[in-house]
């Protein structure tokens, strides 16, 4: 496969995508394991990129040996994010994994600058590129790595004490789906570790990455707090247009792969597709701002929605805006506790801020007839006429 360094490519721009979504909308929380676990991914497909369309080998070494400081540090990472999905407080087996990483990554840089290469038997040239076959003690220690990260992370997964409010919101199933994908993910991935053992198999791992970041990116700028000005909202469409393009890259690999003549049209055929690809997608995904009619829809009768004023002109956060237009429209509040899969108390909460941020900002009827709720209701139908 001579495009093979396409799908890293690919899985790179995606990760820089994901990367920004979370600058441009930082939250903390869950976005600091996501932020240190797609650094991680981030420098793995680009070193992977450049070391499987290197020239020689010497080259393909080199590479490898930035690589490898990434490989080390994805599984730990994603110990980290496991153990805050489940809402798990255990540290001392996320402080072990990132030891033994640290320790395998001072090894390995000790191996490679001495010019000893004892941890890695040679670099072969594949059909597809240049890959690394480790030696045996390199073998055991990557894949203690694996057992010490991924047994606790997806036992912490399979048994959560409390899903965070951003899965539950999507229904019951919504955790069962989010171990599914980790599932599937660390299977390709696993599968692009066996040329590391000799086997001529082309790695797919980067594949699935590419495809798991373009759906992140998706995620991350749906859940967003909403349209942005300066710096938040250049990094949003920066983000947008790597994340398409990512997507663009990835299909036009299997047209340059399996469909495409092995010729010099072959290459701008394959630019047509990318670009024609990547504009369909930023235009689906992307080329509105969240919150507006065209990705949400509804709205009042100026034409926008009553989430995106709730939003930008009164400071909701994208939760509250949505549990005020589901009051808006009559719901219950069990629904709505039960629709955001969130506790009582947290809708409670939630309820304060909303009125902290519209009616308490408005003065209240002389008469003092009207509770808070009340007021919010008719605050609400002038917003939506509005």
């Known amino acids: ?44 497909n680009l070193s992977v990129a450049y070391m499987m369309g290197a020239g ?11 690589m490898r400081h990434f490989l080390f540090l994805l599984p730990p990472c994603f110990l980290w994010l496991a153990l805050r999905l489940s ?11 990132f030891a033994y990483a640290a320790i395998l990554i001072v090894l390995a840089d000790f191996d490679y600058l001495s010019g000893s290469h004892r941890l890695v038997a040679g670099m072969f040239e594949y059909s597809w590129g240049f890959f690394p076959d480790l030696a045996p003690l390199a073998r055991g220690a990557v894949g203690g790595l694996m057992a010490l990260c991924l047994v606790p992370a997806f036992a912490a997964l399979f048994r959560p004490q409390k899903w965070p409010d951003a899965i539950l919101k999507h229904g019951p ?15 390709t991935l696993l599968l692009a570790v066996l040329p590391l053992t000799g ?12 495809l798991a ?3 992140i990116a998706v995620f991350l700028r749906e859940r967003s707090s909403g349209p942005a000005a300066g710096v938040t909202v250049w990094l949003m469409r920066v983000a947008g247009m790597l994340a398409s393009a990512s997507f663009g890259v990835f299909v036009t690999f299997f047209f340059l792969a399996f469909l495409l003549p092995a010729q010099a049209i072959a290459t701008g055929i394959a630019g047509a597709i990318t670009a024609l690809v ?15 009619a065209v990705s949400r829809g509804g709205g009042g009768g100026s034409g926008r929605p009553q989430e995106e004023i709730l939003r930008t002109e009164h400071g909701l956060t994208r939760q509250e805006a949505v549990i005020c237009r589901e009051l808006h429209a009559g719901t219950r509040r069990d629904r709505i506790i039960e629709l955001l899969g969130i506790t009582s108390g947290t809708f409670r909460n939630h309820l304060s801020e909303i009125y902290r941020k519209t009616v308490d900002t408005v003065e209240a009827p002389a008469d003092g007839t009207r509770d808070k709720l009340q007021r919010l209701t008719v605050f609400l139908k002038k917003t939506a006429a509005s």
């Open 1 to 44: 496969m001579e495009y093979a360094y396409i799908l890293p490519t690919a899985a790179f721009l995606a990760d820089v995508a994901v990367l920004l979504f979370l600058f441009s909308d930082w939250r903390g929380g869950l976005d600091r394991p996501l932020l240190g676990m797609y650094l991680s991914l981030m420098g793995l």
């Open 56 to 66: 020689d080998a010497d080259t393909a070494w080199f590479f490898l040996f930035v």
């Open 87 to 97: 809402g798990r407080a255990s540290v001392w087996p996320l402080r072990l994994a």
């Open 173 to 187: 199933r919504a955790g069962r789906v989010v171990v599914a994908l980790f599932v599937v993910w660390w299977l």
């Open 199 to 210: 086997v001529d198999l082309f790695p797919p791992g980067s594949a699935m990455d590419a």
């Open 213 to 215: 970041g373009v759906s």
């Open 278 to 292: 990547a504009l369909l997608a930023f235009q689906a995904w992307f080329s509105t701002e969240p919150g507006s």
